[in-house]
T-cell receptor, first 111, second 114 residues
Framework: GNSVTQMEGPVTLSEEAFLTINCTYT??????LFWYVQYPGEGLQLLLK?????DKGSNKGFEATYRKETTSFHLEKGSVQVSDSAVYFC??????????FGTGTSLTVIP | DSGVTQTPKHLITATGQRVTLRCSPR?????VYWYQQSLDQGLQFLIQ???????AKGNILERFSAQQFPDLHSELNLSSLELGDSALYFC?????????????FGNGTRLTVT
């Protein structure tokens, strides 16, 4: 079956540090992959997506590359800001538009 | 602003009661999804509708039901409420036709059962 596994949190970083949040997936076919971000008191917002192997999604300084050989979609940012503090969810979608979410990784950035 | 509207934002009710949560999808989106988010269980998929028809069911309890109306808005009905039903309930919508289409989430309804 399909599933997404994210690194456990919480993650605490100092401002301007490098961020990596690991995400691996299991899928029966060729999924699309997504990262969502949830700020306190809000719903999930699409951060970036990639629809096929070797695609790189990017937005607001965040990047993730769809790696079919390692079934991974790790989220990275070169220099985090306090405003990046949020919960990050990795997700996949396959034919039929079924979405599978990871458990979320909480990030806190301290000044 | 995602364009997905959920009402009410907060709901406090007692055990055994019934409530209705409402969702208006983004303009043009035909598919609506409901999710439950709790601290211990993460984001749980409940049910999906497409253009008025049920398309997929997840971990939805028999006490819960949903429907999507001709104008595409959706309602999630929760009955015989228990303390454990306290959670954030999210609605999301998407344009069906491609699994590349992302979900767009509303800001959720926070349900507290006392």
């Amino acid at each position: 079956g399909n599933s997404v596994t994210q690194m456990e949190g919480p993650v605490t970083l100092s401002e301007e540090a490098f961020l990596t949040i690991n995400c691996t997936y299991t899928a029966t076919g060729y999924p699309s992959l997504f990262w969502y971000v949830q700020y306190p008191g809000e719903g999930l917002q699409l951060l970036l997506k990639a629809t096929k192997a070797d695609d790189k999604g990017s937005n607001k300084g965040f990047e993730a590359t769809y790696r079919k050989e390692t079934t991974s979609f790790h989220l990275e940012k070169g220099s985090v800001q306090v405003s990046d503090s949020a919960v990050y969810f990795c997700a996949l979608s396959e034919a039929g538009n079924q979405f599978y979410f990871g458990t979320g990784t909480s990030l806190t950035v301290i000044p | 602003d995602s364009g997905v509207t959920q009402t009410p934002k907060h709901l406090i009710t007692a055990t055994g009661q019934r409530v209705t949560l409402r969702c208006s999808p983004r303009s043009g989106d035909l598919s609506v999804y409901w999710y439950q988010q709790s601290l211990d269980q993460g984001l749980q998929f409940l049910i999906q509708y497409y253009n008025g028809e049920e398309r997929a069911k997840g971990n939805i309890l028999e006490r819960f039901s949903a429907q999507q109306f001709p104008d595409l808005h959706s309602e999630l009905n929760l009955s015989s409420l228990e303390l454990g039903d306290s959670a954030l309930y999210f609605c999301a919508s998407s344009v069906r036709g491609s699994y590349n289409s992302p979900l767009h989430f509303g800001n959720g309804t926070r349900l507290t059962v006392t």
